[in-house]
């Protein structure tokens, strides 16, 4: 893993370096959405409990990619690269999911910061479509018939739409079931 994420490093320093390239949120972005995701997706595996010696490595790798995003001097403290940033410790990270997917997806009792979080004591996630889409009615799902009575006098309709990026617009001026005024744009 060390040397994958050495690779990713020097390749992101070779476009973004730390006075030229990519703007500083840019390589803050890089480090969050690629290095991080590919460090905390591989650690859940073995990092629960996190040794010492994981935690050092983790702090190493965290530490050359807060170098290139500061611009600060090697000789800055990582804990002060990391407050200075705003960026959580990655061993902290790693442990918090670690605790997360052995409670919510191994459905196993996982301890964090002396705090126990049992999977009994947690909902079950809820699955988005129950139904295939292909199989969906749209006729089921909204009803065409009048469902309401209209007022004595004059009644205004209005709809709104947005269509490949082209906004529309309607209303209608009823009165007694006849139309008397309608506009579309």
């Known amino acids: 893993m060390k ?19 990519l ?10 959405t690629m290095a991080e995701r590919m460090i905390l ?24 990619f807060m170098l290139n995003i500061t611009g600060a001097y090697s000789t800055t403290p990582t804990a002060a690269l990391q407050v200075i940033e705003g960026i959580i410790p990655l061993h902290i990270k790693t442990e918090q999911k670690a605790a997360y997917v052995r409670t919510a997806r191994l459905c196993k009792t996982s301890n964090y910061n002396n705090i ?7 909902e079950d996630g809820t699955t988005f479509t129950k139904f295939h889409p292909a199989i969906f009615q749209l006729e ?10 209209p007022v004595p006098g004059l009644n205004m309709y209005t709809d709104g739409s947005k ?8 209303f209608c ?3 007694e079931d006849t139309t008397k005024y309608e506009w579309m744009a």
Do not use: C
């Not at 629960?48 to 050359?64: A, D, E, G, H, T």
């Not at 126990?116 to 947690?122: D, K, L």
């Not at 269509?163 to 617009?169: A, F, L, Q, V």
């Open 3 to 21: 040397t994958k994420l050495t690779d990713l490093h020097q390749k992101i320093t070779r476009i973004a370096g730390t006075n030229w390239g």
């Open 140 to 149: 089921d799902r909204i009803s065409l018939k009048k469902q309401f009575l």
């Open 163 to 170: 269509i490949e990026d082209k906004t529309g617009s309607a």
């Open 116 to 122: 126990n979080f049992n999977p009994n004591n947690y």
């Open 23 to 32: 703007n500083k949120d840019l390589r803050r972005r890089l480090y969050k």
């Open 41 to 64: 997706h591989e650690a859940t595996a073995w990092s629960y409990p996190l040794s010492v010696r994981q935690s050092r490595l983790l702090n190493s790798i965290q530490r050359k």
């Open 173 to 175: 001026v009823m009165e």
